[in-house]
Structures are given as C-alpha cells and as structure tokens.
C-alpha cells in the first residue's frame, strides 16, 4: 500500500495484481532503511528499467520517475512565509549576480516518452485518446513538479527552452546563465 501511495500511476499502468507481485519483489530486493515507508521507494524507477519483465513498457521507467517527483513534492518542507526580493532587483542588479531559488520539492524529469500526458490520464481526468496521439507522434515529454504555498503538487509539461532554463535555475546557475541556457525563446 506505500508503495502504491508513492506510485498511483503505475499502479494503475500495470494493474493491482502485476504491482502487487512488482512490490514484493521490489520489497526484498530494496527494503526499506527507515522507519517511515512512506520515505521508501526511491529506487522504484531503476528497479523498473532494469527488469527484464518490464522491457516492452520502457515508459514505466520514466512514468514511475514522475511519481515519485510527485511524491517527493508532497513530502517536500513547507514554503517559507519569507517575502522574495523586490523585481527591482531585475533592473538594477546584473542577472549574473542573481539567483532564482524554487520551491523545496521541485523536480524536472525529462523523457523520450508523453510522461506528462500519460499522468495527467490518470490524475487529472484528461483523455486517454491523447496518451493513444502522443504516442503515435513519438512526442517526448519533460514534467516541471511543484508544490504551491497551498500544499497542491503541479505536474506541467515544459518545451525545450523552459527545460533547460528551469534545469538551470535547479541547478543553483546564475539567471543570466538560465536565460543563456533557454536561448533566444
């Protein structure tokens, strides 16, 4: 049941039965090393990707990897009640001396596969129809997680420049080296 709370969508890919068989193995492969099972199952998506069951599925791998961000996100510290800076920042401050801090539990998963379509099937009641196009369109997918001050977890799928400024920006870079890295988008 934890690791169902962590990984709805694959639980809900593979079928009750198939991810119960999926737990235990995973259970006794990877058992937990904490008290709290719900901090269990981080290595889920690896132990995915490395089942030979599981190769006709290499979605499952990324899919579970977007769970889990999701999971992490909900566990994430609270936002702090600290005001940000002022924008003026923007127009007197060189963009090479600021930094854009993101919310704790943001995550980016980038992937050959429509992650973000297939979660938001299962989580937000969109149309399965699209999982069916964006797999026939071979359309790759990068997921933006994050936990508003209200405690609610995003899933918004970015295009190539948000993914590499948003990238940049987790990575601690500088914005003029985030904006650098988006391109002229």
């Not at 002022?86 to 963009?95: C, E, I, R």
Request: charged fraction near 20%; avoid cysteine; aromatic fraction near 8%.
């Amino acid at each position: 049941r934890a690791l169902g709370g962590a990984y709805p969508t694959i639980a809900a890919l593979v079928g009750a039965e198939s991810f119960a068989a999926l737990a235990r193995h995973f259970w006794h492969t990877h058992p937990p090393l904490r008290g709290d099972v719900g901090e269990w199952g981080g290595a889920l998506p690896e132990f995915i990707a490395a089942s030979a069951q599981l190769a006709d599925e290499p979605y499952l791998a990324d899919s579970a990897r977007l769970d889990w961000a999701v999971h992490a996100a909900t566990r994430a510290a609270d936002v702090s009640d600290a005001w940000p800076p002022s924008l003026d920042a923007l127009s007197n401050t060189d963009p090479a001396q600021l930094h854009v801090q993101l919310a704790a539990g943001a995550a980016i998963i980038s992937s050959r596969w429509p992650i973000v379509t297939i979660w938001r099937a299962h989580h937000a009641g969109e149309d399965f129809a699209g999982v069916r196009a964006a797999f026939d369109a071979s359309r790759e997918e990068t997921a933006l997680v994050w936990r508003d001050a209200r405690f609610a977890v995003h899933v918004e799928a970015l295009d190539a420049a948000e993914a590499r400024f948003s990238a940049a920006l987790l990575g601690d870079h500088s914005l003029a080296t985030a904006l650098d890295a988006a391109g002229d988008a």
